[in-house]
Nanobody, 121 residues
Framework: QVQLVETGGGLVQAGGSLRLSCAAS????????VGWFRQAPGKEREFVAA???????YYADSVKGRSTISRDNPKNTVHLQMNSLKPEDTAVYYC???????????????WGRGTQVTVSS
C-alpha cells in the first residue's frame, strides 16, 4: 500500500506560480512512478505530468513549457512546479502512483485526495 497526500494548492492570479507536492508513505517510494492529474467541474480527469522511477518525465501539451515535475526519493516526495498559470488551469489536482509511469489515469492504483488550484483572471 502507498498513501499519498497532496499539498500546495491555493488561489493565485493568472500569471502566477504554485508548487504542488505529493508526499508518500508506505512502500519504497523510489519503486513507483508518479503522475499528476486534474479534474475541473463537469470535465473528465486529465493527465498533467508524470515521472518514472528512473526520472523520465512526461507532460501534457497544455502545461508543457510551464510546468516541471521532479522527485525527491529520500523525502518520498514528488513536486509539480507550475508557472504562468492560466484560469483554465483551475481544477482539483491529484497525484497517483504505480510501478512504472503512464499518461493514463487508469494505469494508477494509488491516489491522493487532491488539492484545489484556482487561478483568477
Amino acid at each position: 500500500q502507498v498513501q499519498l497526500v497532496e499539498t500546495g494548492g491555493g488561489l493565485v492570479q493568472a500569471g502566477g506560480s504554485l508548487r504542488l507536492s505529493c508526499a508518500a508513505s508506505g512502500r519504497t517510494f523510489s519503486a513507483y512512478g508518479v503522475g499528476w492529474f486534474r479534474q475541473a467541474p463537469g470535465k473528465e480527469r486529465e493527465f498533467v505530468a508524470a515521472i518514472s522511477r528512473s526520472g523520465t518525465t512526461y507532460y501534457a501539451d497544455s502545461v508543457k513549457g510551464r510546468s516541471t515535475i521532479s522527485r525527491d526519493n529520500p523525502k518520498n516526495t514528488v513536486h509539480l512546479q507550475m508557472n504562468s498559470l492560466k484560469p483554465e488551469d483551475t481544477a482539483v489536482y491529484y497525484c497517483a502512483a504505480n510501478p512504472g509511469a503512464s499518461t493514463s489515469y487508469k494505469w494508477y492504483d494509488y491516489w491522493g485526495r487532491g488539492t484545489q488550484v484556482t487561478v483568477s483572471s
